[in-house]
Every structure is written in structure tokens, then in C-alpha cells.
């Protein structure tokens, strides 16, 4: 059987894309030859299955009173065991926590991403039962997010938010045996909305995690 990786986040995962003149097809979305998960399938090759399981609007914890479904905690359990066995789960949450009408701090966004990686460890669909997480912080939004339509929907405070939160997600990775990686300057957002991948940063988030990847599925 191959190795399992589950890849569970966001609009960042499922692979939306803000500016139609940066995709292949000219839609809102990357297509398989341009979204990360896909690129790593392609690096890692036949022994892995990359699985995607990216839905916009996605959180940690938080129920959005104009979402259905999008508390991360609400379906990690029927993700994983749908999945099963697990050799690697990889999180990228918390862009949409920032949303003002949650209101949620970096320090709360950081103790719901906890309460998501506390959960998904007692899930019996690990490997050889043995939890493996890596924890990724998306980039930072970017200053002009209210410049964008999107912006004033997800409010004011945004980008302050998503700078605090890669200490306290690095910390927590420690503190519960987690891999970590800081997907800021790394991968390259947009600067038409400020929080979504460009073609190149899925490029380079699946060079990244390519390299990394091999290194935690043993």
C-alpha cells in the first residue's frame, strides 16, 4: 500500500486561484499541473498518495455564522478515518481565522489549532498508530487585503492576526511533537487579494515540502 499523506486545509489547499491570467485554464481554480498537492504527488512519485482535502473557508475551530461547514475540528475525524492508514497528515489553517466577524485573536486561532492537532492524534487511523503531523502557517496577508473586494468581508485586522501567528503555531508544534514549517517568504501570495497562493507559490511550497516530506514518513 502506499504512504498516505493527507493534505487538510483551506482555499490554499483546494487550490483557488485570485487572478485568472496566473492559471492554466484561465478559471478560479490551478489546475493538477499547478496545485501544490499535486506537484508534491508528481515529486514524491508512486509510493505516496497526496491527498486533497482543501475547502475554502475552512478554520481551525470556528463555525462561520455565513458557512456551512467550516470548523476543521467539526470533520477531522471522518477525514482521517476516511483515509486511512495515515502516514502524514499536513495542516494549513488559519487565514480564515482571521476573519473579524469570529473574533478570534492570533492567540485564540492558535489555542483552536491546538485543540485541531489534539484531535487529530486521537484518531485510530494513524499508521502503526503512531500521530504524524506537520503544522505549515500560511504566509501572512498582505497589507493590501482591503483594497480587494474580498477584503471587506473578512474584515478589519486581518493581517495583524496572521502575523502572530507563526510563533505560537511553532510553539505548539514543539510542545506536541509536530513538524513545522513557516510557509511565510516562502510561498508567494497574490497581491490582488493578499491571501491566496500565486502559480509560483504552489510551485514553490511543493519544492519545499518535497525535500521535507520523505524526511518525516519513514
Same mark, same amino acid.
Given at each position: ?5 493527507? +493534505? ?70 471522518? +477525514? ?8 502524514? *497528515? ?25 485543540? *485541531? ?76 487579494? +493578499? ?24
Amino acid at each position: 500500500m502506499k504512504k498516505h499523506i493527507v +493534505c487538510f486545509g483551506d482555499s490554499n489547499t483546494h487550490g483557488y486561484c485570485a487572478d485568472p491570467a496566473d492559471c492554466a485554464d484561465g478559471g478560479d481554480r490551478f489546475n493538477e499541473d499547478e496545485r501544490w498537492t499535486c506537484l508534491l504527488q508528481k515529486a514524491l512519485g508512486e509510493e505516496y498518495l497526496v491527498i486533497e482535502e482543501g475547502l475554502s473557508g475552512r478554520t481551525t475551530v470556528f463555525p462561520d455564522p455565513l458557512h456551512e461547514s467550516m470548523s476543521g475540528l467539526d470533520v477531522i475525524y471522518s +477525514c482521517l478515518m476516511s483515509h486511512e492508514p495515515v502516514d502524514l *497528515l499536513i495542516i494549513m489553517l488559519g487565514t480564515n481565522d482571521t476573519k473579524e466577524r469570529l473574533g478570534a485573536n492570533a492567540a485564540c486561532i492558535g489555542i483552536g489549532m491546538e485543540r *485541531l492537532v489534539a484531535k487529530a492524534k486521537t484518531v485510530e487511523a494513524w499508521r502503526g498508530g503512531k500521530p504524524n503531523i506537520l503544522l505549515i502557517c500560511p504566509p501572512h496577508i498582505g497589507e493590501g487585503l482591503l483594497d480587494h473586494p474580498f477584503g471587506a468581508a473578512m474584515g478589519l485586522g486581518c493581517t495583524e492576526k496572521s502575523r502572530g501567528l507563526a510563533p505560537r503555531y511553532r510553539e505548539l508544534a514543539d510542545r506536541l511533537g509536530c513538524a513545522f514549517l513557516d510557509a511565510e517568504g516562502l510561498a508567494e501570495f497574490n497581491k490582488l487579494d +493578499c491571501m491566496h497562493l500565486t502559480g509560483r507559490g504552489h510551485r514553490q511550497l511543493a519544492e519545499a515540502l518535497s525535500a521535507l516530506v520523505p524526511k518525516l514518513v519513514k
